[in-house]
């Protein structure tokens, strides 16, 4: 069952609310509403047994009165709903589909129009960030870019930093083990604040869920105010007792620093640098994800995150709780493609790094990538194999530097593709730093400005979902005047193929796929091959 708590205090659209969440519930709920020093006129008549009011003739408060109807409560979950917004069909069940015992759940939030109580589409906020605004800890809205790459994000369950308070959903027992809500600060101010604090400094996660939503009536902002007086000396003491709580790190319960959160969602107005290079492992059941990370972690030197994209599966065990670990979930599974994609889009940094599941790293290696690239290269390390059980550069095998792009002949399936160019191997075997035709895909580096001026996304629609990124972003790359550059100085190892892959593809699936790529490169192909003098 889910506890709907609505505190209320001369709130004239209470019964819109109480009915709208009564009309869309579609699994057993209750409905406590407490009435904080109020009675309305005319007495609201629900008719429904679900809704269950408490009335205190002098006012308590936001938190005690929502504190004392989750005593009341007989509900699995509590749903924090302010008493002037309007839900989704089957919010509850929506919501409880996709909470984990330690999240803080945010439904998609809408501003609502209290006219037709309808979510205002336009007006959509799914990410929220804690900033300081006049010297004060509080809830704020990204703008421009920011708003705009957050917001493109596909994944339906992600990671925010905050949440303005209206609407939050959690499991009962969860809400007790964090404290309830603090009356230390008051009896209004800094919910969202507190909420998103608990939820994240607790060892646990704040997310939004855009398989849902609820609307809010935004009353502030030039509307008619609030419906009772706030003092502001409670305002202002409920923000320093919060500021001091949590940026001292005070709060007993706490498995994390303040300094943690920022870390992980680098907010605007901090000061913390980005950073310099955004690791991107598109994943699907591949049981050497954690190995991977693991030898980013101890080999990488600079500033850099990792961004592991769950393409539409569930990870037998969670990942390795740091800050610079941001993992992307998406819902379903899109392909290699879609993933990267996906990555690139949640990326901060200055250089984007593609890599597969199942590769170790040299040590440094991100730092001697780095250090000599231009605006306008893809850059692509040597690569020995790797044999994943053992974790271990299979030294037999050698290493592949350059490659040359062919099209394979019959009988195979005609297609694009790298082989190893031995001749010249051997002929620029002492030049560290050379241009090549063609690499494989299973790691490059690139400046983040290239991706977005040159690049912009890897297409799945006539290519499909997986094969032919790297003939893409070739072809891409050369007719903006760009380069594709090997870097001798260090080395990645792959898993060697003789190890079975994590997924199939049919081969008749992509024969069409990769005659797209065919018909869209080859006049350029055979420029290519003339520059290259073959």
């Given at each position: 069952?889910?506890?709907v ?8 659209y209470?019964?819109?609310?109480i009915r ?9 709920i209750?409905?406590?509403?407490v009435?904080d020093g109020w009675?309305p ?8 047994e679900r809704?269950?009011f408490f009335?205190?003739?002098d006012?308590?408060g936001q938190r005690q ?11 699995k979950?509590v749903?924090?709903l302010?008493?002037h917004c309007?839900v989704d069909?089957?919010?509850d069940?929506?919501?409880a589909?996709d909470c984990?015992?330690?999240w ?5 939030m809408y501003?609502?129009d209290i006219?037709?109580?309808l979510p ?8 929220m960030y804690?900033?300081?605004q006049k ?7 990204y703008?421009?870019?920011e708003?705009?790459r957050?917001?493109r994000n596909?994944?339906l369950?992600?990671d925010?930093?905050?949440c303005?308070?209206?609407g939050f959903?959690?499991?009962k027992?969860?809400?007790?083990e964090?404290?309830g809500?603090?009356?230390k ?5 800094q919910q969202?604040i507190?909420?998103?604090c608990k939820a994240?400094l ?5 997310v939004?869920n855009?398989?849902?939503?609820f609307?809010h009536?935004?009353r502030?902002g030039g509307g008619?105010?609030f419906?009772?007086?706030i003092g502001g000396r409670a305002?202002?003491a ?10 001292n790190n005070?709060w007993p319960l706490a ?7 920022l870390?992980?969602?680098n ?7 980005k950073?310099?290079?955004?690791v991107?492992i598109?994943?699907?059941k591949?049981p050497?994800l954690f190995?991977?990370i693991e ?17 539409g599966y569930?990870?037998e065990?969670p ?6 670990i941001?993992p992307v979930?998406?819902e379903k599974n899109?392909?290699m493609?879609?993933a990267i994609n996906?990555?690139v889009?949640?990326?901060?940094g200055?250089?984007l790094?593609?890599t ?5 790293f ?15 290269w893809?850059?692509?390390p040597r ?11 299979m030294a037999d ?8 792009l062919?099209?394979?002949?019959p009988p195979?399936?005609r297609?694009f593709?790298?082989?190893?160019w031995i001749e010249r191997?051997?002929r620029?075997r002492k030049v ?9 895909g299973?790691c490059w580096?690139?400046p983040?400005?290239w ?8 297409d799945?629609?006539g290519y499909?979902p997986?094969?032919?990124d790297?003939?893409e972003m070739?072809?891409k ?9 090997l ?5 990645f ?7 079975n892959r994590?997924h ?11 005659q797209f790529?065919?018909?869209?490169w080859?006049e ?5 091959k003339?520059?290259?003098?073959i």
């Amino acid at each position: 069952m889910l506890s709907v708590i609505i505190p209320a205090r001369n709130e004239k659209y209470l019964e819109n609310t109480i009915r709208n969440v009564l009309e869309n519930a579609r699994g057993p709920i209750e409905v406590l509403i407490v009435l904080d020093g109020w009675l309305p006129e005319p007495r609201i008549e629900i008719g429904d047994e679900r809704a269950i009011f408490f009335h205190f003739k002098d006012s308590i408060g936001q938190r005690q009165a929502i504190n004392y109807a989750a005593k009341k409560a007989r509900g699995k979950y509590v749903m924090k709903l302010d008493a002037h917004c309007a839900v989704d069909e089957g919010f509850d069940v929506k919501l409880a589909a996709d909470c984990e015992y330690d999240w803080t759940v945010i439904p998609r939030m809408y501003n609502l129009d209290i006219n037709t109580w309808l979510p205002k589409k336009h007006k959509r906020t799914d990410y929220m960030y804690i900033g300081m605004q006049k010297e004060e800890l509080r809830t704020l809205y990204y703008g421009g870019d920011e708003f705009k790459r957050l917001h493109r994000n596909p994944a339906l369950i992600d990671d925010t930093m905050s949440c303005m308070g209206p609407g939050f959903f959690m499991h009962k027992d969860r809400f007790w083990e964090l404290g309830g809500c603090d009356e230390k600060h008051g009896g209004w101010g800094q919910q969202g604040i507190e909420v998103a604090c608990k939820a994240w400094l607790s060892g646990g996660r704040l997310v939004v869920n855009k398989k849902t939503w609820f609307a809010h009536w935004f009353r502030g902002g030039g509307g008619p105010g609030f419906p009772y007086p706030i003092g502001g000396r409670a305002v202002a003491a409920a923000r320093k007792y919060s500021k001091d709580l949590w940026l001292n790190n005070k709060w007993p319960l706490a498995k994390r620093k303040f300094e943690w959160l920022l870390e992980k969602f680098n907010p605007p107005g901090w000061d913390q640098s980005k950073p310099t290079l955004s690791v991107v492992i598109p994943s699907y059941k591949d049981p050497f994800l954690f190995k991977t990370i693991e030898s980013i972690q101890k080999n990488f030197t600079g500033s850099y995150e990792i961004i592991p994209v769950i393409d539409g599966y569930k990870l037998e065990r969670p990942l390795p709780e740091h800050p610079s670990i941001r993992p992307v979930v998406l819902e379903k599974n899109g392909g290699m493609r879609n993933a990267i994609n996906s990555g690139v889009r949640a990326a901060r940094g200055q250089y984007l790094m593609r890599t597969d599941e199942h590769c170790m790293f040299a040590p440094g290696f991100d730092t001697a990538m780095l250090r000599r690239i231009e605006d306008n290269w893809i850059v692509v390390p040597r690569r020995f194999y790797l044999d994943p059980y053992k974790w271990e550069v299979m030294a037999d095998k050698g290493y592949v530097d350059y490659e040359k792009l062919v099209i394979l002949d019959p009988p195979r399936p005609r297609k694009f593709s790298g082989v190893k160019w031995i001749e010249r191997s051997r002929r620029r075997r002492k030049v560290s730093l050379d241009e090549t035709m063609a690499f494989q895909g299973s790691c490059w580096v690139m400046p983040r400005s290239w991706w977005e001026k040159v690049i912009v996304a890897l297409d799945s629609n006539g290519y499909g979902p997986h094969y032919q990124d790297t003939t893409e972003m070739l072809f891409k790359t050369w007719r903006a005047g760009g380069k594709l550059m090997l870097n001798k100085a260090t080395w990645f190892a792959h898993k060697h193929r003789e190890f079975n892959r994590t997924h199939q593809y049919p081969t008749e699936r992509a024969i069409p796929e990769w005659q797209f790529a065919l018909d869209t490169w080859m006049e350029d192909y055979a420029k290519v091959k003339e520059r290259w003098g073959i």
